[in-house]
C-alpha cells in the first residue's frame, strides 16, 4: 500500500518536527543553475543488470552514495581500470579514482585524489569525493575541511549547478549525523527531498536520523514514501527492517531484510541484521556465516566486528570475542559501543578490572547521547568497585 503524498513540510509541521533551527554556518542556500540534462546518467542505468552496466560510468550510478558495487560490479571495475592503467586526462584519472574508490581500496584513492587536487586545488568533484571517502572511514574533521572549502567555492559561485549544491549539502547531513547533530541534519535532509523528491539516498538518510531518535513512526514514513519512488531500494528496505526490530516484530523485519537481500545479496547493513534476527533464533551458524562475509568484504565495517564479537560472546568463544571488539574499537576509536563491549569481556571474562574500568569510563566521557548505554557503563563500575571492596574485606589482617 502506497504511504499518503502529503508534502514533507506540511507533514513535518503536523507532527511537531519542523521547529525552525538556526542556520548552520556551513549550510548552503543559493539560487542554483539548473543541472544539464547530460548530467544525469544515472537514471539511465538505473535498473540495469551489473553485467549491463558500463564501468566507466558506474560512478554517475554511485554518485550520489548508492550501495558498494556487488561482486560482478567489481570485477567489471577492475577489468576497466586493468585495461586504463596510466589515465593521461584530468578527467580520466578522477574516474580512475572513483573506480578504485567505489572497489574499497580506499588508500590508493586517497592518493589518487590528492594528486588530482594538486593539480586543481577547487575542483568540486574531488573536494566532495574526498569528504564522503572520510565520512566513510569515520574521520569526521577532516570530512568537514573539504566541506569547508567546497563552501567557500560555493559561496563565491553566482549561480552554481544544482548536482554541486544537492550533493555537498548531502554530504554536509551526513557528517552531521555522525556528529549527532540530528537537528541540522534533518532540516537539510527534509528541504533536499521538497526540492528534489525523487533523490531516494535522502529519504534513507533522513528516516535514519529519525529512528536514532527512536521517532519510530516518522521513520516509517519516510522510508515508506521513498519507497513509493523506488521499491527496490535495498537501503530503505533494510530501513524499514530495523524499524520492525525497533517494535518488536521480528516476523515483519525478517520479510522486509530479506527483500532488501534480494535486490542487493551483498548489501553489509542488510546483512547484519539478518544476522542479528538469526542469533534472535540462536540460529548461531547461519549468523556467523553472514558476519564473517562481511568481515571479508569490509573488514572496516564497525558494525560487522561489533556483531562478530557478540557472537562469539554468545557462542562461548572469549577469545575470539575480545579480538572482534578490539578491532572494532581498532575501527572507530570514538565508539562508545566498542569499547562497552570490550570492557564488559575484560570484566567478566579475562577479570582484567583495571583496562575495563578505563574502558568504562571512556564511554560515559564519550560523546555518544545514548543514556541506556552509560548508565550500563556506570553499573559496571560500580560493579568493579564493590568487587574490589569485597576482595580488600576477605583478606585476613596481618597477625603480630
Known amino acids: 500500500m502506497k504511504t499518503s503524498l502529503m508534502p514533507f513540510a506540511l507533514f513535518l509541521a503536523i507532527t511537531g518536527c519542523a521547529s525552525e533551527i538556526p542556520q548552520s554556518d556551513l549550510d548552503f542556500k543559493q539560487v542554483m543553475a539548473p543541472t544539464p540534462s547530460s548530467s544525469s546518467s544515472e537514471l539511465s542505468i538505473k535498473g540495469k543488470k551489473p553485467e549491463e552496466i558500463e564501468s566507466q560510468n558506474f560512478f554517475d550510478w554511485q554518485k550520489y552514495y548508492r550501495p558498494n558495487p556487488s561482486t560482478a560490479e567489481a570485477l567489471s571495475l577492475k ?67 573539504y566541506l569547508s572549502a567546497a563552501r567557500r567555492i560555493l559561496d563565491k559561485t553566482e549561480r552554481p549547478p544544482k548536482a554541486f549544491v544537492i550533493r555537498y549539502r548531502f554530504a554536509l547531513s551526513l557528517a552531521y549525523l555522525q556528529t549527532k547533530n540530528r537537528k541540522q541534519a534533518t532540516s537539510i535532509l527534509a528541504e533536499l527531498i521538497e526540492k528534489d523528491q525523487r533523490f531516494t539516498p535522502a529519504y534513507a538518510a533522513l528516516s ?51 527483500r532488501s537481500l534480494a535486490q542487493n545479496p551483498e548489501y553489509l547493513p542488510a546483512m547484519i541484521n539478518r544476522a542479528h534476527l538469526a542469533m ?73 578490572s583495571t583496562a575495563a574500568l578505563q574502558l568504562f569510563y571512556d564511554v560515559l566521557q564519550s560523546k555518544d547521547q545514548d543514556q541506556e548505554l552509560k548508565e550500563l557503563a556506570k553499573a559496571q563500575i560500580q560493579s568493579i568497585r564493590d568487587s574490589r571492596l569485597y576482595d580488600r574485606s576477605s583478606v585476613p589482617s596481618d597477625v603480630n
Open 208 to 258: 535514519q536520523a529519525y529512528l536514532q531518535d527512536k521517532k519510530f513512526e516518522l521513520a516509517d514514513f519516510v522510508a515508506k514514501r521513498g519507497l513509493d519512488l523506488d521499491s527496490n531500494d535495498s537501503m530503505l528496505l533494510n530501513i524499514l527492517g530495523v524499524i520492525a526490530i525497533k517494535k518488536g516484530r521480528f516476523d515483519e523485519a525478517k520479510s522486509w531484510i530479506d
Open 79 to 145: 577489468a576497466y581500470s586493468e585495461q586504463n592503467p596510466a589515465p593521461s586526462t584530468f578527467e580520466a584519472r578522477l574516474q580512475r579514482a572513483r573506480n578504485v574508490l567505489a572497489m574499497g581500496y580506499r588508500s590508493e584513492a586517497r592518493d589518487m585524489y590528492s594528486d588530482l587536487l594538486r593539480d586543481q586545488p577547487e575542483n568540486m568533484d574531488v573536494l566532495l569525493d574526498m569528504a564522503h571517502l572520510y565520512l566513510g572511514e569515520n574521520s569526521i574533521e577532516r570530512s568537514f575541511d
Open 280 to 352: 534472535r533464533r540462536r540460529e548461531y551458524v547461519t549468523a556467523e556465516n553472514d558476519l564473517q562475509k562481511v568481515a571479508q568484504m569490509d573488514p572496516s565495517n564497525l558494525e560487522g566486528q561489533l556483531a562478530l564479537g557478540i557472537l562469539f560472546k554468545k557462542t562461548g568463544r572469549t577469545s575470539a570475542a575480545k579480538l572482534a571488539f578490539e578491532k572494532a574499537v581498532a575501527i572507530d576509536p570514538q565508539s562508545a559501543y566498542a569499547r562497552y563491549h570490550l570492557g564488559s569481556i575484560l570484566a567478566d571474562e579475562t577479570k582484567d
